[in-house]
């Protein structure tokens, strides 16, 4: 054996080459809010994701019709779609933040509101198919294409360098408790893995004359489980990091028309598994070649060629 000195300090590698691919942990800042706020209707989930710089309003359920919507959207620089634009259709969503990703734009806040209305919309157009179809909606069957979507959506939502609010109404929250099944509390309305794939899940609540976020779920330091603290922009920059959430937007280059030919192409010569396939998906944060940034489906055509190019060199030395 041979010890090898990292960050961490020494660690034993078996000597030639180490398979191993793990790193140092190292400092990071604190990244942009990406989280679900849910709660009863009119307890101000809206007007404080309005209330962050920049935003780009994805109008579900037609709110921004109030004239006090419009208002603080033109006072903060952002910009307004509704159901005119298709905003019930989970394809628009990711069509919009797809180009938010790789458009050079000033928006830094993207709010969907509410995930709720689109996820139910999703489930209710499939119920319908389903229905035509003569077939029957069993172990949840109409819930999948809008799940397979959300997906998608969370995907999205990792490499898109903005604030983003994800607005849902709220319902009883079933837990299985000592065998039985039992309302633990409230959650948000929606596909209930949500707040599993976010850094942050907050609850809004009115008490008085005072609105209140209550940290649900949270990998954030700042933003500690059980947390209550008032429902203001203020308040949210104090805790993450101000610069960071009025910092303008990065985006990224996705594979071209052509890469994604040729890697069609490629594979149709070059023998790859699926479960390699999958790997690289995986590993990408994607479920398409089409969604993968250029480097990376560069890569995925390199090491194709390399293949190719080894199998042939192969191929020459065994006929001679």
């Not at 309003?57 to 919507?69: I, S, T």
């Not at 603290?229 to 610069?243: I, M, Q, V």
């Not at 944060?285 to 560069?298: E, I, L, P, R, S």
Request: charge should be neutral.
């Amino acid at each position: 054996m041979r010890k090898t000195e990292g960050a961490q300090g020494a660690i034993n590698k078996p000597a030639g080459k180490s398979r191993l691919r793990a790193r140092a942990p190292e400092s990071v800042k604190p990244g942009k809010i990406k989280a679900v706020i849910y709660g009863l209707p009119g307890v101000g989930k809206t007007m404080l994701a309005l209330s962050f710089p920049k935003p780009y309003y994805f109008d579900v359920e037609n709110g921004a019709k109030e004239q006090h919507y419009r208002d603080i959207l033109k006072n903060s620089g952002g910009f307004y779609m509704g159901p005119e634009e298709g905003t019930l259709s989970f394809d628009t969503l990711i069509e919009q933040m797809q180009a938010l990703a790789t458009e050079e734009h000033p928006f830094k806040t993207l709010i969907v509101d509410s995930l709720t209305k689109l996820f139910q919309t999703a489930i209710a157009q499939e119920q319908e198919r389903m229905d035509r179809a003569g077939k029957k909606d069993e172990f949840g069957a109409s819930r999948k294409p809008a799940i397979a979507m959300m997906r998608r959506v969370v995907m999205w939502a990792s490499r898109l360098d903005m604030n983003i609010w994800f607005i849902c109404h709220e319902t009883a929250d079933w837990q299985n408790v000592d065998g039985q099944r039992s309302d633990v509390g409230r959650t948000a309305d929606a596909w209930d893995k949500l707040i599993y794939e976010l850094d942050l899940a907050v609850q809004v609540v009115k008490r008085g004359p005072q609105r209140l976020a209550i940290v649900r779920k949270s990998r954030l330091l700042a933003f500690p489980d059980g947390e209550q603290f008032p429902l203001e922009y203020a308040e949210f920059a104090k805790r993450s990091d101000r610069e960071t959430i009025e910092s303008g937007v990065a985006t990224i280059m996705l594979a071209s028309p052509e890469q994604v030919v040729e890697i069609e192409k490629l594979l149709s010569i070059v023998k790859i598994p699926d479960d390699t396939i999958q790997k690289w998906f995986d590993k990408a944060g994607v479920d398409k070649f089409a969604d993968m940034t250029t480097d990376k489906a560069q890569g995925v055509i390199d090491f194709m060629r390399k293949k190719l190019s080894a199998s042939a060199e192969q191929q020459t030395d065994s006929n001679h």
